[in-house]
């Protein structure tokens, strides 16, 4: 199987997390969200206890919170001794419902409005990790006015390309996020933001991508932003507490993609990165990491039920699941190839090539094509592999179509952690 937590049941169903999937989609219906809560857990133990040991004791692995954002997934980061990164309003919503205490929160985006500021000042968030002049000029006002200083760290771009897909790329020069080291523009935003009253200025902050596959993007990463950090400190005497490497490292969706272990990564670039520190006379910062994939897309698997099964004569055939595009939108968005077996018939040869169909009136909404199954038959259980990241994170209300719940399996026991949208929730604020 593609990752340890699946497995085959003697009565040849899929199992996560030594559960039954079958078994669940008859309790809970189709489509379904299924999230393997033990994973979770050892993953971001994993990150705590690598980053103390290769980086230093202060060292913080920040949940990425976009790549799947409900109560349950905060209560569970708190648990695990986690801080948080969030994007948006709506996430520091939900990780604040949630518990998240307010000083474990990071607050990323490219554009914050001034009503996104006032709103995480007001609850006490920890840090901002500022894009540009202007919102730093934002927070400095709200922050005089509120009598108080607030903690920052500012978004640089290294200029780094790590070769993934073009959605993800954001350590290049030209991205839209940061400011860029190659254009002197990250020391310009740096001399203005110490400028600042009302501003404490913990640090720098990157981030060059997602699904990266080895050490090397991060450890490059790593060397140009201490280069920055150390000619700050040559010229201006600054030297920064915190150095934010941000997310990205690498998942397995197909048995194609290659393994990237998390342990391994993270003693690499804790090696480098003592080596720079030795050779420059820099302090050790403090390392923080900002993992969403790595910790929450293996833990995922989605149940569909097959609803046809249509041979185009000659060409291809489909085979058209209850959910799509509106549950993964990530095929239709980048081409991303998933991983899909028939739950029910789990042991059965994989020979029939076709194409998954969602329910919406688009063409282009498939989960996958060639994918490899036993020939499906109406009401199997189709189930879809990897899918705890940019899943429900993504999903949307395309074609009137309801959300889906997620139930969350720790040790085999499962409890529902999102109910199912019904239409009255999906209507609440129509008038
Ligand atoms: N930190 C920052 C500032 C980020 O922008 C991201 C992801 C992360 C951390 C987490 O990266 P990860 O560890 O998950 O690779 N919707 C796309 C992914 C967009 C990622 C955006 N930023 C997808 O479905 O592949």
């Known amino acids: ?58 060292a913080r692995p920040l949940y990425a919170s976009k790549a799947l954002s409900f109560k349950g997934i905060y209560r569970l980061a708190k648990e695990e001794h986690m801080a948080v990164d969030v994007v948006s309003p709506g996430e520091l919503y939900i990780a604040l419902a949630a518990g998240m205490p307010p000083e474990d929160i990071y607050f990323h985006g490219n554009a914050k409005t001034v009503a996104d500021i006032r709103y995480a000042m007001d609850a006490g968030i920890g840090y901002f990790v500022a894009d540009n002049m202007v919102e730093l000029d934002r927070i400095s006002a709200y922050a005089k006015e509120k009598q108080m200083t607030q903690k920052v760290l500012l978004r640089i771009t290294p200029g780094i390309d790590p070769h993934t897909f073009d959605a993800v790329n954001t350590g290049k020069v030209d991205s839209k996020f940061g400011s860029a080291i190659a254009t002197g523009q ?23 991508g997602s699904q990266i596959f080895d050490e090397k993007p991060f450890c490059d990463a790593a060397d140009l932003m201490l280069t920055f950090m150390v000619s700050l400190r040559d010229k201006y005497g600054y030297v920064a507490e915190t150095l ?33 520190c030795d050779e420059t006379g820099y302090p050790m910062p403090q390392i923080l990491m900002e993992p969403g994939r790595s910790l929450v897309a293996d833990a995922g698997v989605t149940l569909y039920e097959v609803q046809n099964v249509k041979t185009i004569t000659g060409y291809k055939s489909y085979a058209a699941i209850d959910g799509g595009m509106t549950d993964n939108p990530r095929y239709a968005l980048y081409q991303s190839k998933y991983t899909a077996l028939l739950a029910n018939r789990a042991n059965e040869e994989a020979d029939f090539s076709c194409t998954v169909a969602g329910r919406c009136c688009e063409s282009g909404d498939l989960i996958g094509e060639n994918m490899l199954l036993p020939k499906p ?52 604020c129509q008038l």
């Open 186 to 208: 990250a020391e310009e935003i740096f001399r203005y933001a110490s400028s600042l009253d009302h501003i404490q200025l913990c640090g720098f902050h990157c981030h060059i």
């Open 244 to 276: 934010n490497l941000g997310g990205g490292i690498g998942v397995r969706y197909t048995e194609q993609d290659p393994y990237i272990d998390i342990e391994d990564t993270l003693r690499l670039v804790g090696t480098h990165l003592h080596k720079i």
């Open 377 to 428: 038959a109406v009401g199997d259980i189709l189930a879809i592999l990897v899918t705890g990241a940019y899943n429900y994170a993504m999903a949307s209300n395309y074609n009137c179509l309801t959300k889906l719940p997620i139930v969350m399996i720790a040790d085999g026991i499962d409890t529902l952690a999102v109910r199912r949208e019904t239409y009255a929730d999906m209507t609440a």
């Open 1 to 58: 199987m593609l990752h340890s937590n699946l497995s085959v049941n003697e009565k040849g169903h899929l199992t996560l997390c030594h559960a039954d999937t079958v078994a669940l989609a008859k309790k809970y219906g189709t489509p379904l969200y299924l999230l393997d809560e033990t994973r979770v857990r050892e993953k971001c133990r994993t990150y705590n206890r690598a980053m103390k040991q290769y980086f230093s004791e202060t």
